[in-house]
C-alpha cells in the first residue's frame, strides 16, 4: 500500500472530500496538511451529510487515526465546534485525532485585520473568506506567531499575546479604523480552549515517522486546489498556503522521499469561487445550468462558483507541479444532457498561441480559449460504478482528459454518494506513472 497525496488540480472545489473519504476507507492514517477553516468538504453518507472544515473526514471510520499537521492554521472555537458537532453526530472523537504542536493559531486579531484589510482594497477585494487564515500565515512567516503548542505553556503564551498587541492593536486602531483587543480577554478565551485541545497535541512528523517504518499507509489530505497556491497559483488570487503536493512534505514533516503517488482531484468541468482570472468561464444559460445542476455553492461560505468547460492547460500545470501519478475526475454525471461539449486546449492571446499555462496574469485574464468540441451524452450516468456501462461519449470524452493532460484516470465520481463511483485503478497502490489505459 502507498502512502498517497490527494490534491485539487483546479482551483479547488473539485470533490476532494468524496475521494478523501472512499481512500481513507483502506488507509491507516489521514492527514490534513495546509489551510484553515476557510475550505469546507461535503462527505454523504448512510448516516448523513458532513461537511469538514478542519477534521480530516476519514474521521468517519473507526480505527483510523486522524491527523492535522504543522501546516494547518487551526481556529481553536471553530474547531471545538466542529467536533462538538461529530460527537453530536455520534461520532467518536478521541485517541484518533491528533493535532501538531507546531500548527498555527488564529487568533481573533487575525479575523479582523482579513475582513478589514479586504474591506479597504474596494474594487481589488481578492474573495478572502475573512477568517484570518492570511494573516495568521503572515505571522507565522514574521516569526510571532502563536502555535498550537503555546497553549500548553500559560505564561510564554500570555507573554507572546502581550507582544503581539501592542503592535497589532496600534495596526487595528490606527490603520483600520477599528478596535483593538484586550490581552486578558483574548488570554481567558484561549486558556479554555487548551483546556479542551491539550490531549490532542503532539509530535506528529514523529508519530508519521513512526508509522511510515510500520507500514501503515498514510492518506495526505489538501485543502484548495493547485490554482490557488501561494507561489503556482493565479497570484494574488490564490490561498495563503502551499496547496500543491509539495506542502504535504513542509505541513506535516514528512520526507519527499517517503511519499509514493499523488493523487490529483479534477471535476468533469472547471469552477472558481471569489476572484481572478478564468479563461474558461461561462458567462451565460450554459453556465448557469453547470452551476444549478452541479449545485456550485461552496460548503463553507455558501458563495456560488464561476463555471466553465474543462480546461487542459490547467490541469497540465497541475500535472507537472504536484507530479501526479492519476487523476479522479470526479461530477461526470453534470454533463448528462449536454448536446456539444467543448474542452480547452490552448489560450489566444495578441495573435499568439498558448499551449501551455502562461504565467503572466495579464495575459491569462485577457486570453480567449481555443476548444475542441466533442458530442455530448443523453444517458443518464448518475450512479454508475461500472466503466462499461458509460455512454461511448462520455468515455471518448475522458480518454481525451488522459490524453491531454498525459495522465490517467483512476477513479471517476457519478454523484455525490460514496458508491456512486467508477473505481479503475486504487491510487493506494504503490506505482509508478504508467501509459493511460488501463481499460
Known amino acids: 500500500m502507498a502512502n498517497l497525496i490527494v490534491v485539487g488540480s483546479q482551483w479547488g472545489d473539485e470533490g476532494k472530500g468524496k475521494i478523501v473519504d472512499l481512500l481513507a476507507k483502506e488507509a491507516k492514517i489521514i492527514v490534513r496538511y495546509q489551510g484553515g477553516s476557510n475550505a469546507g468538504h461535503t462527505v454523504i453518507t448512510n448516516r448523513g451529510t458532513f461537511i469538514f472544515h478542519l477534521v ?50 488564529i487568533m481573533p486579531y487575525h479575523k479582523a485585520i482579513d475582513r478589514a484589510a479586504e474591506e479597504a482594497k474596494g474594487a481589488r477585494r481578492i474573495g478572502t473568506t475573512g477568517r484570518g487564515i492570511g494573516p495568521a500565515y503572515v505571522d507565522k512567516m514574521a516569526r510571532i506567531g502563536m502555535r498550537v503548542g503555546d497553549l500548553l505553556n500559560p ?10 498587541l501592542v503592535e497589532i492593536n496600534s495596526l487595528l486602531r490606527h490603520i483600520h479604523k477599528t478596535n483593538g483587543f484586550h490581552v486578558d480577554k483574548v488570554y481567558e478565551q484561549y486558556m479554555g480552549y487548551a483546556q479542551r485541545l491539550q490531549g490532542y497535541i503532539a509530535d506528529v512528523s514523529l508519530l508519521l515517522e513512526k508509522s511510515i517504518n510500520q507500514e501503515k499507509p498514510i492518506l495526505f489530505e489538501g485543502a484548495q486546489g493547485t490554482h490557488l497556491d501561494i ?19 513542509t505541513g506535516t514533516g514528512v520526507g519527499p522521499t ?45 458563495r456560488a462558483r464561476r463555471c466553465g468547460w474543462f480546461d487542459a492547460l490547467l490541469l497540465r500545470h497541475a500535472v507537472r507541479v504536484n507530479g501526479l501519478t492519476s487523476l479522479a475526475v470526479t461530477k461526470l454525471d453534470v454533463l448528462d444532457g449536454f448536446k456539444e461539449l467543448k474542452i480547452c486546449n490552448g489560450y489566444r492571446y495578441q495573435g499568439k498561441l498558448y499551449k501551455e499555462m502562461p504565467e503572466d496574469l495579464d495575459i491569462l485574464a485577457n486570453c480567449t480559449p481555443v476548444y475542441e468540441r466533442y458530442p455530448g451524452w443523453t444517458t443518464d450516468t448518475t450512479g454508475i460504478t461500472a466503466y462499461k456501462a458509460l455512454p461511448a461519449q462520455a468515455k471518448r470524452y475522458l480518454d481525451r482528459i488522459e490524453e491531454l493532460t498525459g495522465c490517467p484516470i483512476d477513479m471517476i465520481s457519478t454523484g455525490s454518494k460514496r458508491e456512486h463511483t467508477i473505481i479503475l485503478k486504487s491510487p493506494l497502490v504503490s506505482k509508478k506513472k504508467t501509459s493511460k489505459s488501463r481499460r
Open 231 to 249: 507561489d503556482f497559483g493565479t497570484y494574488p488570487y490564490v490561498t495563503s498556503s502551499s496547496s500543491c503536493a509539495g506542502g504535504a512534505c
Open 258 to 302: 517517503k511519499i509514493d503517488a499523488v493523487l490529483g482531484v479534477t471535476k468533469a468541468y472547471t469552477t472558481r469561487v471569489g476572484g481572478g482570472p478564468f479563461p474558461t468561464e461561462l458567462i451565460d444559460e450554459i453556465g448557469e445550468n453547470l452551476k444549478a445542476k452541479g449545485q456550485e455553492f461552496g460548503a463553507t461560505t455558501g
Open 56 to 105: 480530516p473526514s476519514g474521521i468517519l471510520y473507526r480505527g483510523k487515526l486522524c491527523v492535522l499537521g504543522n501546516g494547518v492554521a487551526i481556529d481553536p472555537g471553530g474547531f471545538i465546534e466542529e467536533l462538538d458537532g461529530l460527537i453530536a453526530k455520534g461520532i467518536k472523537v478521541g485517541r484518533n485525532l491528533v493535532i501538531s504542536h507546531r500548527a498555527h493559531l
Open 155 to 164: 505564561q510564554g503564551f500570555k507573554r507572546k499575546l502581550e507582544d503581539n
